[in-house]
């Protein structure tokens, strides 16, 4: 069954002026689809059309064949998509346990039941919940990121650039923590610059171009093809 | 000395609640509303109608014990608290929001500019340029403090009205906002617009929200003032750098350092009287303002760089 499909998509910030531009990608259920491409293809543009914070002009995005093109962001949540943003996507003056919390008492699922679920995905949350998320490390941050994601139990996971910023290693226990998501039943988006890591754990990638996904593979296929390597992903080739 | 600091913690009411309403706009709309005042004004107004039309139903207001008031001022209060809430709401609706989709900050408070000078307008065209009272009643004042300590402290009734008022809006707002899913997701709007949408708050829900909360603690620092000074269509523009300078002295964005600020700036007003002389107290907060801006410019509870 498809998880999420993405039909001919154009978007962008300002009116006539589409950053992504005919992005088509479809994600089968319980499937990482990796979401590859140079700085500046779009991906983070068309990952936040399918969130609904970027208007979209054209196309079609449907989460388990219902349609939600245009839906405000806030509704979203609420139909079992969740989503990372890249950065600042923590509410940095609330403890661990108030940001999720929230989260929580706004999608209105049972505290308790869905909290503890999370603190044992989240062993390392789990320790020191009363903690202001502005303190937190990192992949630590990262993981209550995720984490406050998957509060209203969604069917279809959305990150933009996990591994930015974080150690080879940090991004090899956050990567693996997307791995033991997706075996809870999650279906996985995964926007990555790092590519080597993202074709790791992805079933399936796509890579995105001015905007447009051009090829769309398994990952093992993607990884071994030296083309695909130095036509769209410039820096994959050094070992990073 | 003590008689001061008592009548400039009432001013510092009427301040504070103001401010709480200026602050929660900047912290959740991001622009600094210059219209604010107005809504203090129009509260009072509105009050003193419904108190006019409790009056046509039920004849003249009798005081309820030591009070100048009587309970139809307190009916009178949820009125104007709701037709106040409704009005912030409709200037939101017509201007606002519409500004918010392509505007840009400088637009919203240059807007609110206009809204101010057309709100004043329209109430001085409606209720016209006389002071009015709520109530002619002669109070007892009640003599906390004898004379010979520390100069004394006489408050009236209603003095101890509009500060016991003051404290229980503070606390709820406080339980509000802490306790409350939507208090809650106004905070974390305020501290992060895009996560709460996609955490899967109604930002339009909790601008609503800021609206009608700022407007009913309008509406009540209006009929404060109206109770404790008199009604006058500026009431709202004479208070609106005093209502400014709190919400900065308390740091933007805090409701907490607005509480805070309100007393401060109220006190510095009371204080600066027997120094500078009534008619210069205004400038009080004038001078509270540029020395915050100068020393801490974050306030005292802002964190936002
Ligand atoms: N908020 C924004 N407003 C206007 N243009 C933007 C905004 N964010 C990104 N862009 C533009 O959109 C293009 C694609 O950016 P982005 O989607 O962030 O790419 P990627 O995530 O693939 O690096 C860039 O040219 C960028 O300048
Ligand atoms: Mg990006």
Known sequence: MTALRVEALEAGYEPGLPIVRGASLSVESNEILAVLGPNGAGKSTLIKAIAGLVPVSAGRVLLHDREITGRAAHRLPHEGLGFVPQTENVFVNLSIDDNLDLAASILKVPKKRRLDKLYALFPDLARQRRLLAGRLSGGQRQMLAVARALVGEPKVLMLDEPSAGLSPKLVGIVFEKLVEVRATGVTIVLVEQNVKAALAIADRAAVLVEGSTRIVGTARELAKDPQVAALYLGHYRGDT | ?305
Do not use: C
């Open chain 2, 1 to 305: 000395m003590l008689q001061l600091i008592a009548d400039g913690f009432v001013i510092g009411s009427v301040i504070a609640l103001g401010a709480i309403g200026v602050t929660l706009v900047y912290s959740i709309l991001r622009f600094a509303n210059f219209a604010h005042g107005e809504l203090l004004t129009w509260g009072a107004y509105l009050a003193w109608t419904a108190l006019l039309g409790f009056a046509a139903v039920w004849g003249p207001m009798e005081p309820l014990g030591p009070f100048s008031f009587g309970w139809t001022l307190l009916a009178s209060l949820g009125v104007a608290a709701i037709a106040t809430a409704a009005l912030a709401l409709l200037v939101d609706l017509l201007l606002f929001r519409q500004l918010r989709r392509h505007g840009s900050a400088i637009t919203l408070i240059m807007a609110s500019f206009g809204a101010a000078l057309v709100l004043r307008n329209l109430l001085q065209f409606i209720f016209g340029a006389v002071p009015e009272y709520y109530s002619r009643e002669i109070q007892v004042a009640i003599r906390l403090v004898p004379r010979d300590v520390l100069g004394g402290l006489r408050i009236t009734p209603d003095q101890l009205f509009v500060l016991g008022l003051t404290a229980v809006s503070v606390v709820g707002l406080h339980l509000f906002l802490t306790r409350t899913t939507l208090g809650k997701a106004m905070r974390a709007t305020s501290i992060n617009p895009q996560l709460a949408q996609v955490t899967g708050i109604d930002v339009d829900r909790v601008v609503r929200a800021t609206w009608i909360i700022g407007a009913v603690l309008a509406a009540v620092a209006g009929v404060f003032s109206g109770l404790t000074v008199q009604l006058r269509p500026q009431l709202g523009l004479d208070l609106l750098l005093p209502l400014f300078a709190a919400a900065i002295l308390g740091g933007i964005g805090s409701v907490y350092g607005a509480v805070a600020g309100g007393l401060i700036v109220g006190l510095a007003e009371s204080l600066s009287v027997p120094i500078v002389g009534a008619e210069y107290r205004a400038a009080t907060a004038f001078i509270v303002l540029i020395a915050i801006l100068l020393i801490r410019p974050t306030g005292l509870f802002g964190e936002r760089p």
